[in-house]
T-cell receptor
Framework: GAVVSQHPSWVICKSGTSVKIECRSLDFQATTMFWYRQFPKQSLMLMATSNEGSKATYEQGVEKDKFLINHASLTLSTLTVTSAHPEDSSFYIC??????????????FGPGTRLTVL | GENVEQHPSTLSVQEGDSAVIKCTYSDSASNYFPWYKQELGKRPQLIIDIRSNVGEKKDQRIAVTLNKTAKHFSLHITETQPEDSAVYFCAAGKGWGSQGNLIFGKGTKLSVKP
């Protein structure tokens, strides 16, 4: 149990285009989903916290108009990178927090999406 | 905000030896401390976690200790095996009752040599 999927697993796009990444909790309901960015050989940097039915909370330095987050249901959150530029190339990983009682603190990670902007 | 420091950044041990990774945190309100293992190109996997109401937790070859006063926690891996080679991340958060944000350390690349 506690499986999180992400789609697509990788994407290559031209500069100036927008890219949408989906994060789904497959066998549990997630009150909260998190979006991270990871550069090669570096740590996970929290970008934003996404709560179902409400606006996302962005970390300092993360542009909310550039990284649009929608948490439309308890099993789906989307991250849209708008007007992507080469510096947005990175590994984007989501995680989901199970709302059920056994361990509400635990975050389960998706497999990540490799974004390359040409 | 919370800041998590992790040491060492790289660690190389011989198979069968023990490995210890240490983390410190700054926010005394943090009460949840998970450890994740990430193999190259894969997602982080939770390997063990500890909450602030306990000082130690063990799961087979893996143990975590927490010193709330000193605000540091450590991961101990005994009888290391080549498949333990990966990057390990510690994290700190406020857990239940909060949004559950986790702040991660910079990671430790563990290499276990056969």
């Amino acid at each position: 149990g506690a499986v999180v999927s992400q789609h697509p697993s990788w994407v290559i796009c031209k500069s100036g285009t927008s890219v949408k990444i989906e994060c789904r909790s497959l066998d549990f309901q997630a009150t909260t989903m998190f979006w991270y960015r990871q550069f090669p050989k570096q740590s996970l940097m929290l970008m934003a916290t996404s709560n179902e039915g409400s606006k996302a909370t962005y970390e300092q330095g993360v542009e909310k108009d550039k990284f649009l987050i929608n948490h439309a249901s308890l099993t789906l959150s989307t991250l849209t990178v708008t007007s992507a530029h080469p510096e947005d190339s990175s590994f984007y990983i989501c995680s989901a927090r199970d709302r059920r009682g056994r361990s509400t603190d635990t975050q389960y990670f998706g497999p990540g999406t490799r974004l390359t902007v040409l | 905000g919370e800041n998590v420091e992790q040491h060492p950044s790289t660690l190389s041990v011989q198979e069968g030896d023990s490995a210890v990774i240490k983390c410190t945190y700054s926010d005394s309100a943090s009460n949840y401390f998970p450890w994740y293992k990430q193999e190259l190109g894969k997602r982080p996997q939770l390997i063990i976690d500890i909450r602030s109401n306990v000082g130690e937790k063990k799961d087979q070859r893996i143990a975590v200790t927490l010193n709330k006063t000193a605000k540091h926690f450590s991961l101990h891996i005994t009888e290391t095996q080549p498949e333990d080679s990966a990057v390990y991340f510690c994290a700190a958060g406020k857990g239940w009752g909060s949004q559950g944000n986790l702040i991660f350390g910079k990671g430790t690349k563990l290499s276990v040599k056969p």
